[in-house]
C-alpha cells in the first residue's frame, strides 16, 4: 500500500485535490469513482516528491520549521506508547500543509508495507537529511526509537533556534543599510537636483561640496540604471564561479581569514559539526560513520575537508581529538573537550558540552554584532544625509553674505 496525490473533478466539474492510500494508481482511481470523482491525474508520492526535488520550484524544500514540528509531534507520540504508523497518521492529520501531509503519509505507506521508519525517510532524501535517516536506523536496531526521536527534536529545535537567532542578527542591520542607500539614493536623484538648480541658474560660484553633490547626483541620474544592471550581472557571475567546488574552497578559506567574518562562520560551523556528532554518537552510530555524516552538515568546504582528513587519521587509529587538531580548523576548547571525552569515555556528553559553549558564544557575537552595527548604521545614514543638507544650505549662506 502506498500514499497517491489525486486530482479529480466532482459532479459539478471542480477539481478537487487530495491524497489517498491504495495499493496501485488504478486502486486509487477506483475509490475516487465510488466517491462520484472524475480522476484527472493520480502520482505516487515519493515519485513527484523526487520529480519536484529534481525541477526547479520556489517551494522546493519542506522548512526547517516544519521538519522541526514532525519530529516533536511524532517523538510524543511514539514516547506515549503509540504504534509507529498510528503516530504517523496522527501526525499527518495535524499537519494544515498538503504537501507534508502527503510526504508523511507516504512515509507511513512504506511503514506499512513491512520497512523500517528510516527506509520510509530514505524515500525523501531531499526533506530527510542524511543524519536523520542514520540516527533514527540506529535507534531501530537498539530499540530505542523512542530516546532517538527525542535526541533528534531537541536537534531540529536547536538548529532551528540557532537559525532564527542568526536571521534575525542579519535582518535589522540588512534592513537599515537597505534604507541607508535608498534614502540617500532617493535625495540624489529627485531632490538634489532640484534645489541645486536654482544656484546652477544664478551663474554663481559654488562650493567645493555641493558641486560633489551635483556631479554625484548627475552621475547617478545619468548612470544608475547601468550601476544596477553591472551589480545584477556581477552577482549573477559570482554565484556561477561559485558553483566551481575549487573556486568555493578558495572563497570560503578566505571567509575563515576574515576578522569577525571568519570567527562567524568559524563558530556556527563547528556548533554544528559538535552538535551533529553528539547526537549520532549517543544514537550509537559507529564513530567513523557518525564523523562523515557530520562532516556534511559544514557548509564550509575548508573545515569540511578538515572533518574528512580526521576521519582518515581516526581510521588508522589516532584519536579523534589530536585529529582535528591537527587540522587546525576547530576552536581548542573542542578539541580539549573531545580528547576530554575519549579519555573518559563520555564523548558524547562533552561533545554536547562542546556545543552548547559554542552556541552560546555565538549568541553573544551574534548580539553584539546587532547592538554595534544598528547605531553605526544610523549615525553613517545621518551622516550622508547631513552632508546632503550642508551641502545645498551652504550656497544660501554664501548668497545671503553678500546680500547684506
Known sequence: MGAFEYTALDAGGKERTGILEGDTPRHIRQLLREQQLLPVAVSEVAQ?????QRSFSLLRRVSPADLTLFTRQLATLVRAGLPLEESLLAVSQQTEKPRVQSIVLGVRARVMEGHTLADGFAEFPGVFPEIYRATVAAGEQAGHLDDVLERLAEYTETREEMRQKVLAALLYPIFLTVMCFGIVSLLLVFVVPKVVAVFVAQKAQLPLITRLLIATSAFLRSYGIYLLIAAVLAYA???????????RRRFQRLQLR????????????NARFTRTFSILCASAVPVLEAMRISAEVVTNLPMRDAVTDAAARVREGAPIGRSLAATRQFPPMTIHLISSGESSGQLEHM??????????ELDGLLSAMVGLLGPLLIVVMGLFVMGIVFAMLLPIFEINQLIH
Do not use: C, H, V, Y
Not at 513527484?48 to 519536484?52: D, I, M, T, V
Not at 576578522?259 to 560551523?269: A, D, E, H, M, Q
Open 48 to 52: 513527484k516528491e523526487a520529480k519536484r
Open 258 to 269: 576574515m576578522p569577525l567574518i571568519g570567527k562567524l562562520t568559524r563558530g556556527f560551523n
Open 237 to 247: 557571475l559570482f554565484r556561477r564561479w561559485q558553483r566551481d567546488p575549487a573556486a
Open 351 to 360: 561533545l554536547e558540552r562542546a556545543a552548547i559553549s559554542q552556541e552560546r
